[in-house]
Each structure stands twice: as C-alpha cells, then as structure tokens.
C-alpha cells in the first residue's frame, strides 16, 4: 500500500487555513483516481511543529505516481501554493506489514 | 485512530540499521498493548530525507498514550538507542476521514 503523507505546517491564519484546506483542498483532493482513503488530523499533534496531517492511501505505488501526475492531481498541488504558505512537508513511502 | 509515524534517517550502516530494527526492534513493538497496526516502508522513499518509516495505529489518542508508558512502549522506546543514532523524528496525530 502506498501513502502519502502531507504535513501542514502552523499557518499564520489558522481559521483561513481550515476554510480553504477543508472547503476546497479536500474536495479537490477527493477527486484524485485510485485513492482508497484519505484522512485528516484532528486535535493537538504532539510535537507541535505541524498543524495538521493529511494521510492519503493509494494501492500501489504505481497508483499513487499516477494520481500526482492525473488532471486532478495537478490541481491539488497547485492548491497548496492558496492555504499552505506556511510550508507543507510531503512524505510518500509504500509499506506493507512489519 | 491515533497513528504513530516513525521517520528513520539514513543510517551509516544499512545492513546493521535492517538487522536490529527487524530482528530486535520490530518484535519489542509488536509487544505493544492496543497496537492496531503496524506497517514498515520497504523500497525507496520518495524525497530522500529518509531511510524508512513505520507506521503504527491505535484505536484511540488514549490507547495510544496507555500503549507508550507501558512497559513495552518504554523497552521499545529505550531501544531506539541501539540502532537509529542517526535519529528519527517522531509524528503522532489523531484523525478521521476527511
């Protein structure tokens, strides 16, 4: 399983972060093929250097290289430069069971 | 569900980092009480930063915090010492379906 994990750092309007990422980020990232969940921090992350956390999971890595480079993904990326300013750090790894 | 991301840097020694964390690390994690899941990144890691990740899920934040004072969740803890010198940044968040 492939997985994409994008870490939002502390925006400086965290009310305007919330309504852009939750009113359109989400939507368009929902639009991504193959995904096959998608979800989102909530509370205090311990640690304190991010915001939020968005966990994205694709079947395969293959999927998920495919996602990033469909129409929709391209939008989704290009969102990011709208609400995320404060910097988002992006980690994607394929796991399978320790 | 609460997750747990462990981020290995590169190690200096692949081989010995593989062979502690498979053989020493991963059994003493797998003693957690509450784990859920427990999946390991295997093959390369998109951005380079670093070597792997684990990742490991809890029912709940409660479950979680009840699972790292345990006494397994300090072995495990206390083990970090003997193979990732290199350093690991922790990440934990709580989230649902976006």
Same sequence: chains 1, 2.
């Avoid at 852009?20 to 995904?35: C, D, E, T, W, Y």
Wanted: charged share 15%; proline share 5%; aromatic share 10%.
């Amino acid at each position: 399983m492939a997985t994409l994990i994008a870490m939002y750092k502390h925006p400086e309007d965290p009310a305007a972060f919330d309504r852009h990422h939750f009113g359109v980020h989400v939507p368009l990232a929902r639009k991504l093929p193959n995904l096959t969940s998608y979800d989102v921090s909530h509370g205090s992350i311990d640690g304190g250097s991010y915001y939020l956390v968005a966990v994205l999971t694709f079947s395969s890595h293959e999927a998920m290289t495919a996602a990033l480079q469909s129409e929709a993904g391209e939008a989704a990326q290009q969102d990011l430069a709208n609400f995320a300013g404060a910097g988002v750090d992006i980690l994607t790894y394929d796991a399978r069971p320790a």
